[in-house]
C-alpha cells in the first residue's frame, strides 16, 4: 500500500504499463470502487507479455 505511489510514479517514468498498479492507485487516492477497478483489468485485451 505504501509503495503504490512510488511504482506508480516509476511506471510512468519509464514509460511501462502496469495496469494493476494503476488500478490499485485508484482505488486508494482516487476513491475508485474495487468493484470498478476489478472490472477494468478484467476487460483489458489480451496481448503478449513480451515481444
Sequence with gaps: VE???SAKAL??????EM???QEV???LYEERPPQEA?????SR???EEFS
Design 19 to 21: 495496469p494493476i498498479v
Design 45 to 47: 485485451a489480451l496481448k
Design 3 to 5: 509503495t503504490t505511489a
Design 25 to 27: 492507485y485508484r482505488v
Design 38 to 42: 476489478l472490472q477494468s483489468l478484467m
Design 11 to 16: 511506471a510512468e517514468k519509464h514509460g511501462v
